[in-house]
T-cell receptor
Framework: NAGVIQTPRHKVTGKGQEATLWCEPI?????VFWYRQTIVQGLEFLTY????????DSGMPKERFSAQMPNQSHSTLKIQSTQPQDSAVYLC????????????FGPGTRLTVL | QQKVQQSPESLSVPEGGMASFNCTSS?????YFWWYRQHSGEGPKALM?????GDKKEGRFTAHLNKASLHVSLHIRDSQPSDSALYFC???????????FGQGTSLSVVP
């Protein structure tokens, strides 16, 4: 079991560029969560998919951020026109089924916007 | 306003000592609580969950929940240097919804 895989581990973009972050959940897990971690704000929920369907995107910034889960094996978080305040560690987590409680986190992608 | 308040911000304990962390929620919808640990360069990893009032013990770790006061705590006995990490409490309104995290406590166990 390789765990949740996130790529790339580090990404540096210039202000205004686009960044796409990838997440491969644990095989067989039906739910995928995205969180963002910064020193100031801590760990913040962004969005959540269950069986590939978007369930809760209440934490997603209304502009420039979007997430998709086109199949069971991966999810993407896209940030358009990146800004320095988007710099953070973006964490993906997966959960095996609805009545299973634990979320398994990947190692995160550290995004730096210059 | 942070819905889950965690304290202390940082903690240093001697090897073999007891480390204690506390969280209080301001949202009575939160009924499910977890403790996560994060080592540097890694994602958080679940340590324990607690959903009922009282104590729950797993090895060196003991969690306590008081739903009336929305207070949850974690105690680590016989702390080891490998326990040095960030510790987060997390809460949710259902067993399968998003987690709301506290700000975290940085634990340093000094040999």
């Amino acid at each position: 079991n390789a765990g949740v895989i996130q790529t790339p581990r580090h990404k540096v973009t210039g202000k205004g560029q686009e960044a796409t972050l990838w997440c491969e959940p644990i095989s067989g897990h039906s739910a995928v969560f995205w969180y963002r971690q910064t020193i100031v704000q801590g760990l913040e929920f962004l969005t959540y998919f269950r069986n590939q369907a978007p369930i809760d995107d209440s934490g997603m910034p209304k502009e420039r951020f979007s997430a998709q889960m086109p199949n069971q094996s991966h999810s993407t978080l896209k940030i358009q026109s990146t800004q320095p305040q988007d710099s953070a560690v973006y964490l993906c987590a997966s959960r095996v089924r609805d009545n299973s409680y634990e979320q398994y986190f990947g190692p995160g992608t550290r995004l730096t916007v210059l | 306003q942070q819905k889950v308040q965690q304290s202390p911000e940082s903690l240093s304990v001697p090897e073999g000592g007891m480390a204690s962390f506390n969280c209080t929620s301001s949202d009575r919808n939160f009924q499910y609580f977890w403790w996560y640990r994060q080592h540097s360069g890694e994602g958080p990893k679940a340590l324990m969950s607690i959903f009922s009032d009282g104590d729950k013990k797993e090895g060196r770790f003991t969690a306590h929940l008081n739903k009336a006061s929305l207070h949850v705590s974690l105690h680590i006995r016989d702390s080891q240097p490998s326990d040095s990490a960030l510790y987060f409490c997390a809460a949710s309104s259902s067993s399968f919804s998003k987690l709301v995290f506290g700000q975290g406590t940085s634990l340093s166990v000094v040999p």
